[in-house]
């Protein structure tokens, strides 16, 4: 009996002293994955430590108690690093809405390839643990007479076998949903694939590159930064990795400041597909922002934020998260005060962050627009011509 309780005190010791380490893991856990396992375990340890902490007092283990006193703050400093905290405003932006010339006949589509269950509070400082939010994985088809482009890919046919390849935690932490590839939208609505010149990626994080492989031949866009980082990058960049070197097309930013960032590059030179370096997030972020006939402006901001909230509020992914996800957290912070002085000076410009379902509402779904035309399978000219 007595060598029970020894045994009971030192477990109940190392509870209320590496409890809390315990907690903060399911925490964060739960955050990226709203698991009812997570929130249920995370509870009764919650409650058990309190306990402990009952009888650490009782019994006077001083020794204990303040270890556990340490531990237990910094679960709660941990905890406020998922408490909002707006970044200071930036400074008014005064560049003039720069001008552009879309073509006749350029339009776009959205092509969701898939979700992940994650909550608000994963998202950015201030967001809620008990607000779902369904992270999109989406790829963007712009169509242009020079040649279509296809910002980031999505998930892709072969997202499963990709995914086995991931970090045990990373996975542990991630509730992944694929619907459909993005190949497979427009090879079942008889796209022409001739008409795709590029894949435009935003970086190149897995969940951007993971349906490049379904476009064989087509050539991969990429800043140098990335291209370096894609060698460099790890796990992340694993599947960016496997795309054939010859593919990846490295560009410049030749031309001049643009909304607030200091280079840019107009791709078709008609000023309606403009990329602007946006580093942080990745060494080679950038910002696409395309501007369609009739004025609709668009900024694809990659994974600068995941939320548009993150913009209008200013705030930053929580602490865990930067630090773990985002390559140089302070220069993703001026990045995305960029941002915030556009959305304030051009509210206009609509904001899409790669992950934020809401943020491709006004961007008609590829799959809902041949539906629309009312055949199962419309030729490539059919839907090109419909699109004009
Ligand atoms: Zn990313
Ligand atoms: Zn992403």
Same mark, same amino acid.
């Given at each position: 009996? #007595?060598?029970?309780?020894?045994?009971?005190?030192?477990?109940?010791? &190392?509870?209320?002293?590496?409890?809390?380490?315990? %907690? *903060?893991?399911?925490?964060? @856990?739960?955050?990226?994955?709203?698991?009812?396992?997570?929130?249920?375990? *995370?509870?009764?340890?919650?409650?058990?430590?309190?306990?402990?902490?009952?009888?650490?007092?009782?019994?006077?283990?001083?020794?204990?108690?303040? %270890?556990?006193?340490?531990?237990?703050?910094?679960?709660?400093?941990?905890?406020?690093?998922?408490?909002?905290?707006?970044?200071?405003?930036?400074?008014?932006?005064?560049? $003039?809405?720069?001008?552009?010339?879309?073509?006749?006949?350029?339009?776009?589509?959205? %092509?969701?390839?898939?979700?992940?269950?994650?909550?608000?509070?994963?998202?950015? #400082?201030?967001?809620? $643990?008990?607000?779902?939010?369904?992270?999109?994985?989406?790829?963007?088809?712009?169509?242009?007479?020079?040649?279509?482009?296809?910002?980031?890919? *999505?998930?892709?046919?072969?997202?499963?076998?990709? +995914?086995?390849?991931?970090?045990?935690?990373?996975?542990?932490?991630?509730? @992944?949903?694929?619907?459909?590839?993005?190949?497979?939208?427009?090879?079942?609505?008889?796209?022409?694939?001739?008409?795709? =010149?590029?894949?435009?990626?935003?970086?190149?994080?897995?969940?951007?590159?993971?349906?490049?492989?379904?476009?064989?031949?087509?050539?991969?866009?990429?800043?140098?930064?990335?291209?370096?980082?894609?060698?460099?990058?790890?796990?992340?960049?694993?599947?960016?990795?496997?795309?054939?070197?010859?593919? %990846?097309?490295?560009?410049?930013?030749?031309?001049? #400041?643009?909304?607030?960032?200091?280079?840019?590059?107009?791709?078709?030179?008609?000023?309606?597909?403009?990329?602007?370096?946006?580093?942080?997030?990745?060494?080679?972020?950038?910002? &696409?922002?395309?501007?369609?006939?009739?004025?609709?402006?668009?900024? +694809?901001?990659?994974?600068?934020?995941?939320?548009?909230?993150?913009?209008?509020?200013?705030?930053?992914? $929580?602490?865990?998260?930067?630090?773990? !996800?985002?390559?140089?957290?302070?220069?993703?912070?001026?990045?995305?005060?960029?941002?915030?002085?556009?959305?304030?000076?051009?509210?206009? !410009?609509?904001?899409?962050?790669?992950?934020?379902?809401?943020?491709?509402?006004? !961007?008609?779904?590829?799959? =809902?627009?041949?539906?629309?035309?009312?055949?199962?399978?419309?030729?490539?000219?059919?839907?090109?011509?419909?699109?004009?």
């Amino acid at each position: 009996m #007595r060598r029970f309780s020894r045994t009971s005190a030192a477990l109940l010791r &190392v509870l209320v002293v590496a409890g809390p380490v315990l %907690l *903060g893991l399911l925490t964060a @856990l739960y955050a990226a994955r709203p698991s009812g396992f997570f929130l249920a375990l *995370g509870a009764v340890l919650a409650v058990a430590i309190i306990a402990g902490d009952g009888w650490i007092l009782a019994r006077r283990h001083w020794i204990t108690g303040s %270890l556990a006193l340490i531990t237990q703050i910094a679960f709660l400093i941990f905890v406020g690093s998922y408490v909002a905290s707006p970044l200071p405003p930036p400074p008014p932006l005064t560049d $003039p809405l720069p001008q552009a010339f879309p073509p006749v006949g350029m339009a776009m589509y959205a %092509l969701p390839t898939g979700v992940n269950h994650r909550t608000a509070a994963f998202a950015h #400082r201030g967001g809620s $643990p008990w607000e779902k939010w369904d992270s999109a994985m989406t790829a963007v088809l712009v169509r242009h007479p020079q040649g279509d482009v296809l910002i980031d890919a *999505g998930l892709g046919r072969t997202i499963a076998s990709q +995914f086995k390849q991931m970090p045990f935690l990373f996975r542990l932490g991630t509730d @992944l949903v694929p619907s459909r590839a993005a190949a497979d939208q427009l090879d079942a609505a008889g796209y022409d694939r001739k008409h795709l =010149r590029y894949i435009l990626l935003t970086h190149a994080h897995w969940d951007h590159v993971s349906g490049v492989p379904d476009f064989p031949g087509v050539p991969v866009l990429v800043t140098a930064a990335e291209h370096r980082y894609i060698d460099d990058g790890g796990w992340v960049t694993a599947t960016a990795q496997d795309v054939n070197k010859s593919l %990846l097309h490295d560009y410049m930013f030749e031309g001049g #400041r643009y909304l607030g960032f200091d280079q840019s590059h107009d791709l078709y030179g008609d000023g309606s597909i403009v990329i602007v370096p946006a580093s942080g997030h990745t060494p080679g972020s950038v910002v &696409v922002f395309v501007t369609l006939p009739g004025d609709a402006r668009y900024a +694809f901001v990659g994974d600068l934020v995941w939320r548009r909230e993150a913009i209008l509020e200013r705030e930053e992914r $929580p602490w865990i998260v930067r630090n773990s !996800i985002d390559n140089d957290p302070v220069t993703a912070q001026q990045s995305l005060l960029r941002l915030t002085a556009i959305a304030i000076r051009y509210p206009q !410009i609509t904001m899409v962050p790669s992950h934020d379902p809401r943020a491709y509402a006004s !961007i008609p779904q590829w799959s =809902r627009f041949v539906k629309a035309l009312g055949k199962s399978r419309p030729s490539d000219t059919q839907v090109r011509q419909n699109s004009l």
